[in-house]
């Protein structure tokens, strides 16, 4: 095709990258430890004041450590997002836990706190909760936590996509009693790939460090107690993170931009809606997404062909968890009392829109019209 790509969501490099990145070639710390990494946690700790940072090769490796951390084994139940990337509850299978998957509720597409109470009087005693803040939209963190601390059961907040939100005016990730973010190459920003886990309890910290380094236990010879991993991030990765940081708060005004651009030009559309906010929280738009109501002909299958024939990136909604082949066998906690599921309507008729922001005006101008076009605007 011949047409110019319009991304989803691609990374946007500036140039200060570069200059950590020479630094650690200039010094030879192309390793998976250095200054860079030091930097980078402490530049993140103090922007999200999440207390204490751990850089990792991913944020999928966050989680498991978080998992690890408060000793998920053998059959323990995790209550987890169900709309949500599989990240979220891979590492559960790794330490052979079993997932109870939490429906969304419709205001915010995130983790149900009605579900989640009913999921307690089902299964009372879940070794932790791992609640998502999908696309950038903090979940209703305030009933979460209420009822997750009513519990005794430890909140792990998976702000893979949030970093940079807040809620009540502070970080999404630093909430529950462990935190992740994601690196990823698509995600706000990027260090083409890697991770972090937070957490105020600094030994907690330095436990999950300590893991993430094959657990080798202090001695001048090798010697290990426990099982360990390679899930550090390298020191030239952590180069990319810190030019990115510098540029975190310009990309989250730029996303914020684009949806409302699209909440404004669709709003004469009955139809659409777009992927909800929090009234409590400052979203990082991550992505923009779309609902198309329930009676409208048009289904996201059509609207993602129209904009792929222009060379435009859009994509499904994430699959919800539980109608995963992978995970089938695995309960499901439902948001209304019909048993029916909010995530699998949001799947249904939901799609992601092109949230690129190095995408011009008229790249917008011609995504906005492509879709108004397939409702005969
Ligand atoms: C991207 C993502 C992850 C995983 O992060 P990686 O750095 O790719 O391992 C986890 N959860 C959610 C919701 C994500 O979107």
Partial sequence: MSKKRIYLSSPTMHGEEQKYVQEAFDTN???PLGPNVNALEQEMAAYTQCGHAAALSAGTAAIHLALRLLGIGQGDIVFVSDLTFSASCNPIAYEKGTPVFIDSEPDTWNMSPEALERAF????EPKAVICVHLY???AKLDRIMEICERHHVPLIEDAAESLGSTYKGRHTGTFGKYGIYSFNGNKIITTSGGGMLV?????AVKRATFLATQARDPARHYQHSQIGYNYRMSNVTAGIGRGQLLHLEEHKAKKKEIYRKYREAFSDIPEITMNPMNPDGD?????SGMLIADNSEITPDIIMDALDAENIESRPVWKPMHLQPVFAGYDFIPHNEDGSSVGERVFNRGLCLPSDIKNTDEDMELIIGIIRGCFGK
């Fill in 29 to 31: 710390w192309v390793a």
């Fill in 121 to 124: 009087e089902k299964y009372p």
């Fill in 136 to 138: 950038g939209t903090p």
């Fill in 199 to 203: 957490s105020k309890e600094e030994e």
């Fill in 283 to 287: 979203a990082n738009c991550w992505l």
